[in-house]
């Protein structure tokens, strides 16, 4: 028996190690035709090594961007091409003028054929399937919808998160949390969240950490045919990993989604997105219906409350370590709304200093530095260097919002940046161009994003005094803050302070009936 063993482990071994260098020498074989600029590969390995790691990988790319005086940069990892896009200029004429070009998505074995979340529409390749999911999440999200459908229930959770900071202000993590998670699941299902315990939120919160890492980082990303190996096999643990997100996976989706089914039955739905689009004949090929229904309402419960959470934190920061702009936009706060309400919607066209601070904030520390990454369908060339099919192309969106070149003092947290001056008469371009990436990948709740962190900022600044710890400094915090690394960009824990920012401020809240 134990001679089996060893032969059966033996044979494996030499299966796996055979097929690793047959798809390594076939790589190889690819045209060695003039590439863009950067490091020279090694033997087999290729830039393995070359690659940043460690934390704010972006800045790295960044210098080694300006190393190479080019605005993209060509890697080769065990033979898999990767082009980081770090400039405006070549992020527009690639990932816009050439979007049909590169709005595929890498492979991803690990998360799409192991974890089986390829019905996700933010991982889907590109073509018909993927053109009918986005146009029905789109139409959910396009601005026109978004006041119609989402402020009430926005400005319903932004006061719960007030009353929330009132009695509890050091679980602010927790509560921006249950913000994001009750607006989403609200829009999404109709469901209200009354603690980050709630059954739905948590299972978000799992699928989260699993997602955490950039996809592509698992050594079966770059040797696929690892895929193969049993799962006993040393070092295939992966396959232990991706089961238990299968079927975290599975739980996402479908648990709130018979939820509503079952709320519909009995008259007690509340309009949602799941049952708006119950509602409809809705047809996606080789799909059923209701399986397609499930995976659009899967992407936006599964998307949308991460990326608030973790710019809510950078704003939070931002507001510490820059106080005279606190009090810059809670004066404009006292003029346009007094003391005696909170913000509204309605406020939004008499606030701009509210809404630089919301550009700024998604700018400063961008939540999703390398965004996710896109991927070639062809062939293409850029200034001459070869571009092959098939290659992982990462947008430095962090590199391209502190580009000097294009933002003054691109470290320091200034809304003002925005207003046209005589050097600059259209003022610093928009962040939101590439805060939310780029051509036919853009995020579809961009709007629904922005209005959301609209909401929060300016309830928040209207009722607090954001600041750090006595005896602590709010730019030496900064310094002291790491940013993860993954899909969205978290800082690390940081120190803070909220306090009431006038006498009846928490009459106010209280007072307020929505």
Known sequence: MELFEMTTALIATATATLITLLWLCVRGLASERRQPPGPKPKPFIGNLTDLPSGPHEWLEYAKMSRK?????????????????????EAARELLEKKGALYSDRPRMVMIKELMRWDWNLILMSYGKRFTAYRRVVQQEFQPNAVPRLHHSVMAREVLALLHRLLEAPEDLVEHLKHLAGGIIMMVTYGHEVKSVTDKYVAIAEAVREHAEARPGIELVDVLPPLKYLPTWFPGASFHRVARVARELSFRMRTEPFEMVKTRMAAGTAVPCMATRLLSQDLVC??????????????VVYSAGADTTTAALRNFTLAMMAYPEIQGKAQGELDRVVGRDRLPTFNDSAHLPYIWRIVKESLRWKAVSALGVPHATLDNDEYHGGYIPKGATVLANIYGMLHDESIYSNPDDFNPDRYLPTPEKPHGEPDPMRAAFGFGRRICPGRFFAE???????????HVFTISTPEGTDGAEVVRNVTWSSGLVSHPSPFPFRFTLRFESARAVVHSTQL
């Open 68 to 88: 190479y005086c080019s605005d993209v940069l060509f890697f080769k990892v065990l033979g898999t091409p990767l082009l980081v896009i770090n400039t405006f």
């Open 285 to 298: 090929e080789d799909v059923d219906p209701e399986e397609f229904i499930k995976n659009c309402c899967g």
């Open 451 to 461: 209005d959301s962190l609209f909401i929060a900022i300016a309830s928040m600044l």
